[in-house]
C-alpha cells in the first residue's frame, strides 16, 4: 500500500479538501514543476527500467517496480520544463510495520540491494536484526522497495526545503 499523507480528523469532520496520497516522482521532478507536466508519456517511453507511469497529474514514479539509476534520461526526453536541473529525488523511503523482521523473520534483502549502504541491520535480543534506514544517505532510488518480499518499503515526501 502507498504511504499517504496524515489527514486530521478535524478537517475530515469540516469537509475541507483533503490532500491524495503522496506519488513519487522522478528525480528532479517538485511539486511545483510537475505543473508543467502534459502527460505526454515521453519520459516514462525512455526510462530503459521502466518504472515510471503517467497518472492523472503527470508523471509518477512506482518505486515497487524497479531501480532509478538516476541515467536521466527521463529529463532529456521530456519536451517541457517537467525536470529541474537539481535530479535529487523528492522523496526518501520508510520502512513499515510490515517488514519480515519485525515480525520475527529474518530478512536483510533491503541491506544487500543498497547501493549507498544506507540500511545498516541493528542487533536485538530475542529476534532477528531490525533494518534501520538512514534517510540522510538514502537517494530515493528504491531498489530496497522493488526487492522488499513483504512490501514494506514505501516513498515518504522530504520536507520541501530538504528538496
Ligand atoms: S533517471 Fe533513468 S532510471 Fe530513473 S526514472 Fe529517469 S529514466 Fe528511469
Ligand atoms: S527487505 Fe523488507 S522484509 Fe526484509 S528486512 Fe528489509 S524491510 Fe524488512
Ligand atoms: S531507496 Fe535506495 S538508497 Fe535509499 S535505502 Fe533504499 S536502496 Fe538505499
Redesign the pocket.
Known sequence: MAAETAISRRDLLRGRPQPGPFRARPPGVTRQSLAACTSCGACADACPEKILDIVEDGVTLRPEAG?CTFCGACAEACPEDVFADNRRMAH??QISGDCLAKAGVACMT?RD????S??AMRPRIGGPFLPE?DTE?????????AACPADA?HAVEREPENV
Open positions: 531501480e526518501v523511503m533491503c540491494v543498497c547501493p549507498e544506507a540500511i534506514l544517505n538514502c537517494t530515493g532510488c528504491a531498489a530496497c522497495s518499503i
